[in-house]
C-alpha cells in the first residue's frame, strides 16, 4: 500500500508564500500527482495536478499564476509552491497520486487517485 505524506502548512498572512511537500513511501511505482483542498461543510476542490513527466500541468482557475505545482521523479516526491496566498486559499490540503506509466496523463478529478495524503492545514490570516 502506498503512502502519501505531506508538510509545508502553516499560517501565514496575506501575500504570504507557502511551499507544501509530498512523498510517496514506494518509489518503485511511477506517479502523476495532483492538489486538492476541503473547507469544512465543503466538497474537496481541485487545486493543481501535473503529469508523470512532469511536462504536463493544470491549474484551477482561483490559482492561475500564483500555485506551482512540480515534482521530482527521483524520488517520486510533490510541490505546491503557492505564493500571493489570500484568505479564501485557506483549507486543508490534500495530495493525491494515480500510479501511471503514461507520460502526458494528468486529471482534475479527485474520483482518478488512487492515494491520499492526510492532509496539511493552511490558514491565511492577519
Known amino acids: 500500500q502506498v503512502q502519501l505524506v505531506e508538510s509545508g502548512g502553516g499560517l501565514v498572512q496575506p501575500g504570504g508564500s507557502l511551499r507544501l511537500f509530498c512523498a510517496a513511501s514506494d518509489s518503485t511505482f511511477s506517479y502523476a500527482m495532483g492538489w486538492f483542498r476541503q473547507t469544512p461543510g465543503k466538497e474537496r476542490d481541485f487545486v493543481a495536478a501535473?503529469?508523470?513527466?512532469?511536462?504536463?500541468?493544470l491549474y484551477a482557475d482561483s490559482v492561475k499564476g500564483r500555485f506551482t505545482i512540480s515534482k521530482d521523479n527521483a524520488p517520486n516526491s510533490g510541490y505546491l509552491q503557492m505564493n500571493n496566498l489570500k484568505p479564501e486559499d485557506t483549507a486543508v490540503y490534500y495530495c493525491a497520486a494515480k500510479i501511471t506509466y503514461a507520460n502526458s496523463w494528468f486529471s482534475g478529478d479527485p474520483r482518478d487517485y488512487d492515494y491520499w495524503g492526510q492532509g496539511t492545514q493552511v490558514t491565511v490570516s492577519s
Open positions: 501535473i503529469s508523470r513527466s512532469g511536462i504536463s500541468t
